[in-house]
């Protein structure tokens, strides 16, 4: 599953050429190919909600576009010191970030079908948020697997980790998916499917997309 990213803004976006590091929210285009040949050795950071990615297929008759959201949860509390990691809530600051974040995927017609996300309270709260203010998160399948908070503190491990989940739980008729969790893993990912480092803030959110007639390719 090659692919290729946008990053989107909690205010008011611009597109933006990839390597710049914008001042406040915004998108960051890039295209590349499935291949994933490394086409800068920059890294794309951005203080914004979202980073986008278009990503280049090889064109087949039956070959459809195929899209991958990887979000980070929203910004969790420290308030309660006692709290287990996987335990922490989401922060007012989150709260708000989740709304915006929520609201912007609207906004780009990025919509998932297919919701895959870690069970740490912040991911759950995080998805809960942006599903009581846009309808179609509701409506979206969802599955929470444990496995996506552990294996974020891995090296290495999550891209592949994330393509196994998604062939499982997805379906050939299912386009766009979301998977939600922590980093470092979820900017791991990000960057190995694109080729070029991606920087994965909180509430941050990589939109790979590329063509295939499944989901394994």
Not at 13 to 24: A, R
Not at 207 to 213: D, I, V
Request: charged share 20%.
């Amino acid at each position: 599953m090659g692919m290729g990213p946008t990053a989107m803004g909690s205010k008011i976006p611009n597109v933006l050429m990839h390597n710049w590091s914008p001042p406040c929210p915004s998108i960051i285009k890039k295209n590349y190919y499935s291949s994933v040949k490394r086409e800068h050795s920059g890294r794309l950071a951005s203080q914004s909600l979202v980073i986008e990615t278009n990503v280049t297929g090889t064109a087949e008759d039956q070959s459809v576009a195929r899209r991958l959201i990887l979000l980070r949860h929203a910004k969790s509390s420290w308030e309660f010191p006692s709290l287990r990691d996987h335990d922490r809530p989401l922060s007012k600051a989150g709260q708000d970030d989740a709304i915006k974040v929520s609201q912007r995927l609207q906004q780009l017609g990025w919509i998932p079908q297919l919701i895959l996300s870690s069970d740490a309270v912040r991911t759950r709260q995080t998805l809960e948020i942006m599903q009581q203010h846009v309808q179609g998160f509701l409506e979206a399948e969802v599955h929470f697997i444990s496995s996506f908070y552990s294996v974020a503190a891995m090296d290495g491990q999550t891209a592949e980790h994330l393509q196994k989940a998604i062939c499982k739980y997805s379906r050939d008729e299912i386009l766009t998916v979301m998977c939600m969790g922590h980093n470092r893993g979820w900017e791991e990912a990000a960057s190995m499917f694109t080729g070029a480092f991606i920087e994965l803030k909180t509430c941050n959110a990589a939109l790979l997309e590329t063509t295939g007639k499944s989901w394994e390719e």
